[in-house]
């Protein structure tokens, strides 16, 4: 018992100092840059990917890879995560109390059960990847994944209760951050980018204006391999199993913020081999809505009174179009007032808009 507590108390010293260190933290880089350091000593990971998700779909929208795989190794890696499914997936974690994973453990004791252990961290020298599904009362908003290589001692169950420890509170700190970035985000005029991907994820075709709307690309003409992996991860999804041929998500440009990303499947490969087309656009209000209100933590009448008092809906006509009397709209509206800090419908609308983005 005393060994029990003894962890739990450690757990606990390791989750504040990572929180603590997290708060001060300006960008998502920064976040997951401060979360790395303050944890490699307990959780001595070889490489470490900080990813953030959409938390209505858990779509990788981008993150910090500076310690994870390879660029290289990226396209195969989300093609199984999306497409082909595997063990210790995201969305296995969601469905879960405690959101942590280890894949040795998921795939029975046979890691070759999983092709994202025989296809990437096997013939890269790893033994073993834990997962953390960082989420709150709100929903999820980003995941840590960690490897360890061969030479290393395996991940035990001290490692997994840290892991544990610090997945709510590095949920709150990371959503609270993506508020922060859609207060600072910025309108752009840049014009839509095209990407052709062929059944391999490899590019076979790029616009310039590609470039402009994806970090650290400086050269569009030659972006094999160099795509930010949530342009892979949307053009993934279209081919899983079941799946509709076309597929929206979105991701975040430190330059242009919130990005759209349509992805559209061709059954019939063109003479170029594509097989995938991702457009890549200005993102707009339907895609800043959805992440506002998820990240104030609104139930779903809440969102749709919200949505009819940004159309200037009158509580009478709300009432009716919801189906509710106008004393509920009147208690909805409360909640929804408590929620994001404000005092009227007035300051909700200039809350929703001025504070995190103006429509153009």
Aim: hydrophobic content about 40%.
């Amino acid at each position: 018992m005393g060994g029990q507590g003894e962890a739990s108390r450690r757990a606990a010293r390791i989750a504040d100092a990572a929180v603590r260190a997290a708060q001060s933290a300006r960008s998502v880089e920064e976040f997951f840059g401060t979360v790395k350091r303050a944890t490699r000593p307990a959780l001595r990971f070889d490489i470490c990917a900080g990813v953030t998700v959409d938390p209505q779909t858990l779509m990788n929208t981008g993150g910090d890879y500076r310690d994870g795989l390879p660029p290289d190794r990226l396209p195969r890696m989300l093609d199984i995560e999306y497409r082909e499914g595997d063990a210790n997936a995201l969305s296995d974690l969601a469905a879960r109390a405690t959101p942590v994973g280890l894949l040795s453990r998921e795939t029975g004791g046979c890691l070759e059960r999983s092709p994202r252990y025989r296809d990437i961290m096997r013939p890269l020298g790893f033994r073993d990847e834990l997962r953390v599904l960082l989420r709150d009362r709100h929903g999820a908003w980003g995941a840590l994944i960690m490897g360890r290589g061969d030479d290393a001692p395996p991940f035990e169950a001290p490692d997994l209760a840290v892991a544990a420890s610090l997945a709510r509170p590095l949920g709150s700190v990371l959503r609270r951050l993506h508020l922060t970035r859609l207060a600072e985000e910025g309108a752009t005029a840049a014009a839509p980018g095209l990407v052709l991907l062929d059944g391999d994820h490899e590019v076979v075709h790029v616009t310039p204006t590609v470039a402009m709307w994806c970090d650290d690309l400086a050269d569009a003409g030659d972006a094999k391999g160099g795509l930010p992996p949530a342009v892979y991860a949307v053009a993934a999804a279209v081919w899983a199993p079941g799946a509709d041929a076309s597929h929206t998500s979105w991701m975040h440009s430190r330059t242009h913020g919130r990005v759209r990303l349509h992805a559209w499947r061709l059954d019939e490969p063109t003479p170029t081999r594509a097989r995938t087309a991702v457009v890549v656009e200005r993102a707009g209000p339907s895609e800043h809505f959805a992440l506002i209100v998820a990240a104030y933590g609104l139930t779903p009448r809440e969102r749709e009174i919200t949505a009819l008092v940004l159309r200037g809906c009158s509580t009478a006509d709300i009432s009716r179009r919801a189906g509710v009397s106008p004393h509920t709209v009147q208690d909805h509206l409360k909640a929804v007032f408590d929620k994001t800090g404000v005092r009227s419908r007035r300051d909700l609308v200039a809350a929703l808009f001025a504070r995190h983005y103006a429509v153009g």
